[in-house]
């Protein structure tokens, strides 16, 4: 057999795009035609509206390290990719691409305004496929989808109307959430909300009988101008005179009534409440039960409308509010105003304040589905990993509102609805009608509205597999397996994707939900473009690889936990593949001259069996963990047993083997070169792109690491009694690396040890058996192991349950230099103990001192302590030689 020689340095811009190209030429992210039940996850799919950022790469690398462990076990495993139109952001983009040259997409016309639309769509597009490409992405690109293609276009209409049919879908006149700036209604899911800071307004409104004036109090002045009534609590003394009487609204010239209503806080403010149903949803509740016009005074755009006094008309909200104020000052209405604090919904797309808006919606009731949804959680159909989220989802089902779907937007799913501009009837359908069903008419116009970007979301899991058509990846790939998304979408997307898949599937749509933690900056402040605290995937490909950023992720992503991060945070992968790699190579230049025997044909020895034995537990704590969504202790467990087992115990007692010749070679060839592929195999969902490199040079392998089975658990190599001496044996050596830091010999320096075994002492023999190998690790010249006490002088010895080890220090050292290092070392612990007792035991500083701040001085002390007592213990063996 040759040497393999490979690149001195890791650098995987050499093999990562060539790997990935030839994993997608080979169909290997295709599912396999084997038996079994399918693993299967939907992608959440990511806008067309920009780049991925740091939360995407989390999100993408924790779904494809699940999809290559299940890949390599066995399972047909489909990752199923597409992106989202995103309704109301993409058409936002074009709005500002319009904007800057100069027009507008009214300018265009609808039709116009799409095509415009779609380019931009495609170019995104393009780019966040090629991003999630550089990252490792083993998506199945053949079947790649979009929310606006033909299939879920189709399925998009199938539900409205389905839905429709069943009652289950509306239109009225209804409050809404109305950005001005998008230019359309929101559902309450939509609307996020923050503290804004403001007044408290108490206005006077005289009585129109001249009898005096009462007082009201607000934060929305300028919504005065819709008031139709003036509301007291029925049991307020202080007010039960004046229902049924009118006061004056100010500004307007008109009279409106004063009415009792037990909505009232009779402790807020002035105890009375203006009246204004066309702006405010309680207040509209109010109008309803007392027969209140509604009285809207806004525009689509946010402006005020003619019914508003002339001077009003036109003006922005904030512009009217402090226009009104002005006037209510100066005409002696305004009797007050302090600062207020209060909560104000604003856009989750541009931030714009949200105004209620009274104006023709579409609905779905959702009470039934979100029963439906909240009892398959109850029946365990359903599981959240962390487990704390599913009050988040219970919270919101119980308390659930009907869905406004419509949108006044032209980039959408449009809805299905025309009217007939001859007989005035409304037709639903699954097909375009150019007919009306009612008079035969030509003149049917559809709706201008589109639904909901969610509304074509919410139908993933089952449209994105071909349905309402019985294909056959909706037979065997429904329902998926896993989702992994973000906790901020478990309203928007999560509960209503269960709800659907319950409705036309008549099942959930997966058993198990991995809410992510947020990837927050090393200060642990949220990454966000505003902060310019964000990290872009790709420069950290660019920098350190996409392994290195993948295994980083994977390794902080403790369950329930955010990812603080910056980019010297991504050197914790980079530095693993270094180890793989400079590993790897320097076995496959050490093959020369070699022969791989017949696996079965080779006895193995203690650390053969040891290092089998933990590649087994390996493997097993692997699976239990991606069982459980624990990604880090999986993480964990591949990088402890490559790190520490396999190159730093088992290939450091091989190297002398290595470097031999003839069958002693043969031997430890064959079984390194098998170790080394079950090991890149064990790491390859971590580290995808430099284990496939690895592997494919290995001279006992063939095809690709991305389809080999992964290593499974088998009890014949379990060997738990010999792992048991193996501890040991490691015990010892780490006592003597120890021993020889704490009085600075070098760790190549060679030492003089011998090891006393107590009787009967279990690991005994295997120690003894064991000699040559610890000889080595530990840079012994001579080591002694038995039952006899050994020559004591000159040695410092390091103590372990059933054994006693002495290093002979004094022939590698200089004594009176070392016990003039200790003897300062030694009056300095005890003046710090000293110190921090003193401090310990001062009971002002106990009271006052915060908590963490005591435990860390806690903990100085119990460190000083022990490592006191260590240097008083090695003083007494120095000077005693």
Same mark, same amino acid.
């Given at each position: 057999m040759k040497a393999v020689h490979l690149a001195k340095a890791y650098n995987p811009k050499d093999f990562e795009?060539?790997?990935?190209?030839?994993? !997608?030429? &080979?169909?290997? +992210? /295709?599912p396999a035609d084997a038996e079994g039940d399918p693993f299967v996850i939907v992608i959440p799919p990511p806008n067309v509206t920009g780049v991925l950022h740091m939360g995407h790469g989390l999100n993408n690398t924790l779904q494809d390290i699940l999809i290559r462990y299940y890949r390599m076990t066995g399972r047909p495993t489909l990752w199923l990719p597409g992106t989202d139109h995103a309704g109301i952001a993409t058409q936002n983009v074009v709005d500002r691409m319009l904007r800057a040259r100069g027009i507008n997409r009214h300018d265009l016309g609808r039709e116009r305004f799409i095509e415009e639309t779609w380019k931009v769509k495609e170019h995104h597009q393009q780019i966040i496929i090629r991003q999630l490409k550089k990252i490792g992405s083993s998506c199945d690109w053949s079947r790649e989808r979009f929310t606006l293609d033909e299939g879920l276009s189709r399925a998009v209409r199938e539900v409205f109307v389905s839905l429709y049919e069943k009652g289950m879908i509306y239109k009225g006149n209804y409050l809404v959430n109305w950005c001005a700036s998008c230019g359309t209604a929101l559902s309450d899911d939509e609307v996020e909300y923050r503290e804004v800071h403001g007044g408290l307004y108490r206005i006077r409104y005289f009585l129109t009988d001249g009898s005096g004036f009462? !007082? *009201? =109090?607000?934060? #929305?002045?300028?919504t005065m101008l819709g008031g139709v009534a003036v509301a007291v609590h029925p049991e307020d003394p202080r007010y039960a005179h004046l229902v049924g009487k009118e006061v004056e609204l100010p500004l307007c010239g008109r009279s409106i009534p004063v009415i009792a209503d037990s909505y009232v806080d009779m402790e807020f403010g002035t105890g009375m409440l203006k009246i204004t149903p066309a702006h405010d949803p309680n207040d509209r509740e109010v109008g309803r039960r007392h027969g209140l016009e509604d009285w809207n005074i806004l525009n689509a755009d946010g402006t005020l409308n003619e019914r508003v006094p002339g001077k009003y008309r036109g003006m922005e909200v904030r512009e009217a509010r402090k226009a009104v104020v002005n006037d209510l000052t100066e005409q002696g209405y305004l009797q007050d105003m302090k600062d207020h604090d209060h909560q104000v919904g604003h856009c989750y797309r541009c931030d714009t304040a949200i105004e209620p808006f009274l104006s023709d919606q579409w609905f779905v009731r959702m009470k039934p589905m979100a029963d439906m949804a909240l009892e398959a959680w109850e029946q365990d159909k359903v599981r959240f990993y962390p487990k704390r989220w599913e009050n988040t989802y219970a919270h919101w089902l119980r308390n659930i509102k009907d869905w406004c779907i419509s949108r006044q937007l032209w980039w959408g799913h449009r809805i299905p609805v025309w009217h007939c501009e001859s007989c005035g009837e409304m037709t639903v359908s699954r097909t375009d009608i150019t007919l009306c069903d009612s008079c035969g008419s030509k003149a049917v116009v559809q709706e201008e509205d589109v639904l909901d970007t969610w509304f074509s979301s919410w139908l993933w899991p089952f449209s994105t597999l071909g349905w309402p058509e019985q294909t056959e990846d909706l037979e065997r790939f429904f329902p998926t397996t896993t989702l992994v998304t973000g906790y901020d979408i478990i309203f928007f997307w999560v509960a209503r994707m269960i709800m659907a898949s319950l409705e036309f599937m008549g099942e959930v749509p997966f058993r198990d939900i991995y809410i992510t933690g947020l990837v927050r900056d090393i200060t642990g402040k949220k990454m966000s473009k505003s902060s310019g605290n964000g990290i872009d995937p790709l420069d950290v490909v660019d920098a350190y690889g996409a392994d290195a950023m993948k295994f980083t992720l994977c390794f902080m992503a403790a369950q329930g936990q955010d990812i603080p991060v910056n980019m010297d945070s991504f050197k914790l992968g980079s530095r693993f593949c270094n180890k793989i790699w400079n590993a790897v190579r320097f076995i496959l230049m050490n093959l020369e001259g070699a022969r791989i025997l017949p696996l079965e044909t080779v006895a193995l020895t203690g650390i053969d069996r040891w290092v089998y034995h933990q590649l087994n537990e390996a493997s097993a704590q692997v699976k239990q963990s991606?069982?459980?969504?624990? +990604?880090?202790? =999986? &993480?964990?467990?591949?990088?402890?047993? +490559?790190?520490?087992d396999f190159c730093d115990w088992y290939l450091e007692a091989s190297k002398t083997d290595l470097y031999a010749e003839g069958e002693r070679k043969n031997r430890s060839v064959t079984l390194i070169l098998d170790l080394l592929a079950k090991s890149l195999k064990l790491l390859h969902p971590f580290v995808s792109f430099i284990t496939e490199e690895l592997y494919q040079k290995l001279p006992n392998t063939s095809g690709s690491i991305i389809t080999a089975p992964y290593p499974e658990y088998q009890e014949s190599r379990r060997d738990d009694e010999n792992a048991a001496h193996?501890?040991?044996?490691?015990?010892?050596? #780490?006592? *003597? #690396? &120890?021993?020889?830091?704490?009085? /600075? *010999?070098?760790?190549?320096?060679?030492? #003089? /040890? /011998?090891?006393? *075994?107590? !009787?009967?002492? =279990? &690991?005994?023999a295997f120690l003894a058996a064991s000699k040559e190998m610890i000889r080595i690790f530990v840079h012994a010249s001579q080591l002694d192991i038995g039952t006899e006490v050994p020559d004591l002088d000159g040695s410092v010895p390091v103590s372990g349950i059933g054994y006693e080890a002495y290093v002979y220090v004094r022939e590698s050292m200089d004594v009176q230099k070392e016990l003039a290092k200790l003897t300062k070392e030694h009056a300095q612990l005890e003046k710090q103990l000293a110190q921090v007792s003193k401090k310990l035991t001062n009971e002002q500083f106990l009271a006052n001192a915060p908590e963490e701040i005591i435990r860390k001085e806690q903990g100085k002390k119990r460190e000083f302590a022990e490592r006191l007592e260590k240097v008083s213990r090695y003083l007494q063996q120095l000077q005693r030689m």
């Open positions: 795009d060539p790997i990935y190209e030839q994993w !997608e030429q &080979s169909g290997d +992210f /295709a009462t !007082e *009201i =109090a607000t934060t #929305r002045p300028e991606m069982e459980n969504y624990r +990604f880090n202790d =999986a &993480s964990q467990a591949v990088y402890e047993f +490559f790190w520490n193996f501890a040991k044996l490691q015990e010892l050596v #780490r006592g *003597i #690396r &120890s021993l020889k830091s704490e009085f /600075a *010999i070098p760790p190549e320096t060679q030492v #003089r /040890a /011998a090891v006393h *075994i107590a !009787e009967g002492f =279990a &690991s005994g």
